[in-house]
């Protein structure tokens, strides 16, 4: 607000510099452009740029027309072939020279633009109150008049859209793109008609215009041209404004009446300190120069540099300043009468809708909108309303009000529109919001005096704003308040009381004005007053540094009303949290207030800080878990300790307390206390409780069902071995004991020759006894090893080679886009998410290139798992070239030493059991290598990958570490690292813990998980429909998820559709299991072969091949097969039909008995 006399004036109306106002004698170094010679035009043109715009107007008025027409292009084209063809080279000109030659000549074009204003004032008006034929009649006809511009162009887009949508939208784009031919024109055009569309979010087209920069390499970006692009396309956010002088002088090859717009704009900026500009440049000359235009921005920008010279009446000050004084004497009632035939008749004046809106609000009535129903100006006041309630709408209603003004772009109304968002959001521009409000403002009023910086400087535009002696009561308010008085007796007692805390704040005396401001806020108050109070009062409280007292003001005003702090920055009371002592730390509003910043902010730093309040609140009452707080609340819980619960205390916020000894642990804790909050305290969100506790049981079940098929991948059932051993393995066994040791009068003899003790065993080796051992060893080996039924090469197969592993390790550079899959040609797709966004504007030979090395990387990471399953993760022999991890070659040695073991061994099971041990030993050393192999050479062959991906697109695109491409091959060396440590631990003898009995819900839900985890770029969406349920036994189930798994995975690696959609129904019918699971075929799958697929398919039905099951890739209806027959042990008790239709759905069809499934 304002100050003493003493300070001193705002720099930016500072210094004249050379700007003049009386035309001057040319000097002599322009006789060259007067006598009509080109010669060194554009130095000759730089320094009259130089000249104060009444010199370059005296010497444009004396130049030959041929030189004046090249000097200054054609600044009404007729046709949108002739704009913006005029060539603009870059600016080596400051903003001020440019500002000197585009005074010059929008002034010579005051009549033009006068026109320009008045038709740009019906054409909104009219499209505001939804007359759109209308204001495209008058559109058309100031294009008779005025020729073409940037104006009509974006207004023709957006009336286009307006009365025939998106249809009319793009072929109003088509024609001006077809007129225009390829330019500046053309993308500008293009934007245009994008932010025009009605389904179009104002966030989505933002990031359509970032994504133009995004797209760009940086050595091949102009910077003045975007510049002059981004002024264009993003000024409603653009924080900063870069090469303006450029902006300006691009606009000569455009009508003068997008340079005026630019010109006006430009001056309106420096008048509100944007950053980037230039702010010793005076801006009172320049408008004084322009001021014959009849232009309420100027007139409000020569009252903002000079207000004791000020000419501010315009046709609308006194309706304004009626309306004002209404409101001010608290006579709303008047305002809701007098405001609707002023909003009906200036549509475009925002101090209208605010006043009407606000005074609703003071009266408690709903709001009353009589504006035609439908019309952009109907919708704007009901969003100006929401914003000013600061309900569950306003965050909408902010968007909604940004994309209009986004939509009218520079016009006076938009400019004003993008202010008052501004200042109702915590989102603020690097520049005064208020001063740019009050710039655009329909008629200057008392509250334009708010923006001066000097009491004496208000006072004067307030006494040039004065019509008669009987001072209204606005401008007397504002009047008293510069002048450091109470305010008039007139004024609302409320507004008089809030002033006069304001007026305390000014003075510094802070403590004062917190307890006014305080007591205000103890009484019943309408929102606005409330908001108004509540920001007073923070602000206070920060000034004292009493942060504790201002985290529960302001945590106790969101949990009320949330939206009431979108004009009030969390972050510095957020920030002070670290220094807060103990006590402060016991205060319930600090968990609450660093919550509130994670939401504004997530990441990292602001999760850390609710954690650490979180911590220290628990801490400072003696307890480890939330639930322990909920003994010690007497009576019924205040709202901040509800919203703690529900928001705070929720799991990715408690897993780092010390009190939480699993993931589970932590789970419980919040079904607890969604429990509570159902049953007790928050009932009004009982169903909201009721879902996420499903949610969390739900994710709790299939966690732990994810984990126990993750601890089951490795098997051997050795029960399965040890019957399917043949009574000839047993006569074999038996004539080995036989053999084993010799008879008693041999071993009496040697004892009495002294060669042995005689109480000591002693076995004698012979070749027969050791090969019959070799023998028997190695059938149960063989078995064990490659056994279709139960062996260990089976379930590697089954349960990590066919589809998992490949789909889990992929799943991370799939998720960041990084690589694709094979076509039916064998070639790799192109990888046209990276392709798009980082190499779109770097020309075809780099992107060949970069194309052709993202292939590359796709094919190296397949080779590398291909390699792993192939090679890796096998039984070592010669089909894999000895590369297999699971060593089980035992020599000659090794025999003999378990001979000697075993010798003694005369029971048939033990034998049988201690050679499964030894294999189980072996097998156990095996997948420690295994998992030393994934830590060690696995991982670094995909960092190297991941390294020699970045340095070869670097090559093409140096800024690649800086760019979300970068980001993400950063993010898949952390992924691939957590992903090959959840690989790891599936290599480890299968758990002994027992699965519980589950349901057919959880079977579904498990499996979909699984397929989703491995396949996630597929985006598997199946639709599970439960029938009646029945219960399974637990031994059961890693055998029914491998069924689930081959169905669903077939369905995500066959169907060639993206995304993989499915139905599946699973139900208990007739004391049968029935699983039945159909999917959609793509166009590109050739049904004739699936059907031929289908008859192979159902000769399986009596027979297996022998090793086929461990063999890789296909359908894995073999292994199906495997898991219904051995591992369910149902044998031939199955029925299993495939069948495709003719609209191509293929289907599988799978019916089990209940008995021997079920406990």
């Known amino acids: 607000m304002w100050t003493s ?226 002024f264009h396309l993003s000024f409603h956010s653009e924080p900063h404004f870069q090469r303006q002088a450029f902006v300006l002088k691009r606009e000569g090859a455009f009508s003068v009446i997008d340079r005026y717009e630019t010109f006006v704009r430009t001056l309106q900026l420096l008048a509100s300190g944007a950053d980037g500009l230039d702010a010793s440049i005076a801006v009172r000359p320049y408008a004084q120069l322009v001021s014959a235009i009849p232009d309420v921005r100027i007139r409000c920008l020569l009252a903002w540099t000079q207000p004791h010279n000020a000419n501010v009446i315009t046709d609308l000050t006194d309706s304004l300043v009626s309306l004002s004084d209404a409101y001010t004497r608290g006579d709303y009632a008047q305002v809701l009468e007098a405001a609707p035939p002023l909003l009906e008749a200036h549509p475009n004046a925002l101090e209208f809708y605010e006043l009407y809106a606000l005074s609703h609000l003071h009266l408690g009535v709903p709001l009353i909108n009589s504006l035609p129903a439908t019309s952009p100006a109907a919708q704007a006041l009901n969003n100006v309303y929401d914003v000013l309630q600061k309900d569950e709408r306003t965050s909408e209603a902010l968007d909604s009000l940004g994309k209009l003004a986004a939509t009218l772009a520079f016009s006076r109304f938009a400019s004003q529109l993008r202010a008052f968002r501004d200042s109702h959001s915590t989102h603020r521009q690097p520049f005064a919001g208020p001063v740019f409000f009050q710039l655009n403002t329909i008629a200057p009023s008392g509250r334009f005096a708010t923006i001066f910086r000097r009491a004496a400087d208000a006072l004067a535009f307030l006494d040039a704003l004065r019509r008669s002696d009987a001072e209204s009561p606005s401008i007397a308010l504002f009047r008293a308040g510069a002048e450091g008085r109470d305010p008039p007796p007139d004024v609302d007692p409320a507004r008089r009381d809030r002033y006069r805390a304001h007026d305390l704040l000014r003075r510094q005396r802070t403590a004062e004005a917190a307890n006014e401001f305080r007591r205000m806020l103890s009484e019943q108050q309408p929102v606005p007053v409330r908001e108004e109070c509540t920001r007073a009062l923070a602000a206070a409280c920060m000034s004292l540094q009493r942060w504790t007292e201002c985290a529960e003001l302001l945590a106790r005003a969101f949990v009320e009303q949330p939206n009431l702090l979108a004009t009030i920055e969390i972050a510095p009371v957020a920030d002070a ?38 911590d220290n609140y628990l801490v400072a009452h003696n307890v480890e878990k939330p639930t322990e707080l909920l003994g010690r609340a007497a009576g019924a819980p205040s709202p901040e300790f509800v919203y703690f619960l529900r928001n705070v205390c929720v799991p990715e916020l408690m897993d780092s307390l010390v009190g939480f000894d699993s993931v589970a642990d932590l789970q419980r804790e919040r079904i607890a206390l969604c429990q509570i909050l159902r049953e007790h305290f928050d009932k009004v969100h009982a169903d909201t409780y009721a879902d996420e506790i499903k949610r969390i049981t739900q994710t709790l079940e299939v966690s732990k069902a994810i984990q126990h098929i993750d601890e089951s991948k490795v098997n051997i059932d050795t029960n399965g071995i040890a019957r399917s051993l043949d009574k000839s393995f047993r006569e074999r066994f038996e004539r080995f004991v036989s053999f084993s040791k010799l008879n008693e009068h041999l071993r009496k003899a040697l004892a009495l020759k002294g060669i042995v003790p005689e109480s000591e065993d002693m076995i004698i080796l012979s070749d027969e006894r050791l090969e019959q051992f070799g023998a028997l060893f190695g059938d149960i080996k063989s078995r064990f090893l490659s056994s279709n039924e139960y062996g260990l090469d089976a379930y590697l197969s089954m349960r990590i080679r066919h589809g998992t592993l490949a789909g889990q390790l992929r799943s991370q550079f799939e998720l960041e886009h990084l690589i694709t899959r094979k076509t039916a040609e064998g070639e790799y797709e192109p990888n046209t998410e990276w392709l798009e966004r980082s190499f779109a504007t770097t020309g075809h030979a780099a992107t060949a290139e970069a194309d052709k090395r993202l292939r590359a990387f796709s094919s190296d990471i397949d080779d590398l798992i291909e390699h792993f399953k192939s090679k890796c993760v096998q039984i070592r022999g010669p089909q894999n070239g000895n590369e297999g991890l699971f060593d089980f070659e035992y020599t000659n040695e090794d025999l003999r030493r378990l001979y000697v073991r075993f010798a003694t061994v005369s029971e048939y099971d033990s034998f049988v059991h201690g050679v499964f041990a030894e294999l189980w030993s072996r097998t156990e050393r095996n997948l420690q290598k295994v998992v030393e192999h994934i830590r060690t050479r696995l991982e670094r062959e995909f960092v190297s990958s991941l390294d020699r991906l970045a340095s070869d697109l670097a090559v093409l695109n140096p800024e690649l570490p800086h760019l979300p491409l970068g980001a993400a091959v950063a993010r898949s060396k952390t992924n691939i690292h957590y992903e090959l440590e959840r690989v790891a631990g599936w290599f480890r003898k299968a758990s002994d813990a027992g699965f519980p009995d589950f349901s057919l819900s959880l079977l579904a839900q498990t499996a979909v998980a699984i397929v989703q985890n491995c396949y996630p770029t597929h985006r598997l969406q199946p639709q599970v429909a439960i029938g009646d349920e029945c219960t399974l036994r637990g031994t059961l189930f890693a055998a029914f998820n491998d069924l689930m798994f081959y169905l669903l995975e077939n369905v995500v690696r066959h169907s060639r559709c993206t995304p993989a959609t499915a139905v599946m129904r699973l139900a208990r019918e007739n004391e049968r299991v029935r699983i039945h699971v159909e999917n959609p075929l793509g166009p590109s799958v050739n049904v004739a072969s699936v059907r031929e697929r289908i008859s192979y398919v159902a000769s399986l039905r009596t027979s297996v091949p022998s090793g086929a099951v461990r063999s890789e890739g296909g359908t894995g209806f073999k292994k199906i097969h495997k898991a219904l027959r051995v591992d369910m042990g149902l044998e031939e008790d199955f029925e299993f039909a495939v069948s495709v239709s003719d609209d191509g759905v293929f289907a599988v069809d799978i019916s089990l008995p209940l008995q021997g499934l079920a406990p």
């Open 5 to 230: 006399e003493a300070p001193a004036r705002p720099t930016t109306r500072l210094s004249v510099g050379r700007v003049g106002y009386r035309s001057m004698p040319p000097k002599n170094g322009y006789s060259p452009l007067l006598s009509g010679r080109t010669d060194n035009l554009a130095a000759h043109l730089s320094a009259l740029k130089e000249e104060p715009p009444s010199q370059i107007r005296f010497v444009l008025r004396k130049l030959p027309p041929k030189l004046l027409r090249a000097l200054t292009a054609n600044f009404l084209p007729r046709t949108l072939g002739d704009l913006g063809k005029a060539p603009v080279g870059r600016s080596q000109e400051t903003l001020q020279a440019e500002l000197n030659w585009a005074a010059a000549i929008v002034s010579r074009y005051a009549a033009q633009l006068a026109s320009y204003l008045k038709f740009s004032d019906s054409v909104e008006r009219l499209f505001l109150l939804g007359r759109t034929d209308a204001a495209f009649g008058e559109l058309r006809t100031a294009e008779a008049q005025l020729g073409v511009s940037l104006w009509s162009v974006r207004m023709s887009l957006l009336l286009a859209e307006h009365i025939g949508g998106l249809e009319a939208n793009r072929a109003a784009l088509t024609v001006l793109r077809e007129a225009s031919g390829l330019g500046t024109l053309n993308l500008l055009a293009t934007y245009y008609s994008q932010r025009a569309e009605r389904s179009v979010s104002l966030a989505s087209y933002d990031t359509a215009v970032a994504q133009i920069f995004r797209q760009i390499p940086a050595e091949n970006l102009d910077p003045w041209a975007a510049a002059y692009v981004r």
């Open 577 to 614: 949290y670290p220094g807060i002592d103990p006590e402060g730390q016991a205060s319930i509003a600090w968990p609450i207030i660093c919550h509130i910043r994670y939401t504004q902010a997530p990441g990292p730093g602001t999760a850390r800080g609710v954690v650490a309040a979180l």
